[in-house]
C-alpha cells in the first residue's frame, strides 16, 4: 500500500449499552435525538461518502436485532451495513465486529455507536493518521484539574500531560486482528489498550463535542449541538 487512496477503509460501530444509567426504558443507542435514534446519528457520521469507508458493522446485542430492524425501516434507513451479535464484554463484541470483515487489510476505525457527534474532521483526521501510525487516538486535555487518590489523600496530576480517549480509535487492521488474538485482560478499557503492547498509540486532537451519550444531560446537550450544525 503506497498512497491514501489504496488503503480500504472499515468502521465498527459498537452499541452494547442498556438505559441504566439514563433511567429510561430502552437501550441508550436506541434513544432519540431530534426524532431519530442516536445509532442511526452516529451511523450517518460514517457514511459520508468523503471519507470512503467500504464496510460498516453494527455491533448490538443479539436480542436488539428486530429492534433496530424496525427502526431501520421506520426511518427509511437506505445505509448499508451488517450487523454482528456482541459478546458479553466490549472486547468480545470488537472481536465479533472484526470476524465480519473480509479483507485482508486496510484501516478499521472502532467507534462508540452512542458518540453521534463526531465529526467528518476528527474521523478523517484518525483516519488518515492510523496510515502512519498504525495504532491512533483522539482525545482531549482535561478541562478540570485532575488529583490523584493516594493512601493518604491526595495529590494533583499535571493535566497538560494527561489526555481524556475519545472513539474513534483507528488501526491498521491486521495489528487490531493480532492484538484480538490474545487473551482478554480487565485492564482493557478500550481498544488501544488491547493493542499498546504490539504498537505505540498515535494521539491526535479529538473535540470536546464528541460526547458519549451516557447520562440524561448528555443527551440535551448533544441535542443542542446538533441544532447549531443544522
Known sequence: MTDSSSYPRFAILVAGGSGTRMGADRPKQF????????????????????????????????????????????????????????????????RNGLAALGQPDGIVAVHDGVRPLASRTIIERAFAAAETYKAVVVAVTPKDSVRNLAQRGSYALNRSRLRLVQTPQC???????????????PTFTDDASVVEDLCPIHIVDGDYRNLKITTPEDLILAEALLRQER
Open 31 to 94: 434513544l432519540e435525538l431530534l426524532g431519530e435514534p442516536v445509532l442511526l446519528h452516529t451511523l450517518r457520521r460514517f457514511a459520508e461518502a468523503s471519507l470512503r469507508v467500504t464496510q460498516l458493522v453494527v455491533v448490538l446485542p443479539a436480542d436488539q436485532f428486530a429492534v433496530w430492524e424496525e427502526l431501520c425501516a421506520r426511518h427509511h434507513v437506505q445505509i448499508p451495513h451488517t450487523v454482528v451479535a456482541g459478546g458479553d464484554s466490549r472486547w468480545a463484541s470488537v
Open 171 to 185: 488501526f491498521d487492521l491486521d495489528l487490531l486482528r493480532r492484538a484480538y488474538q490474545l487473551p482478554e485482560l
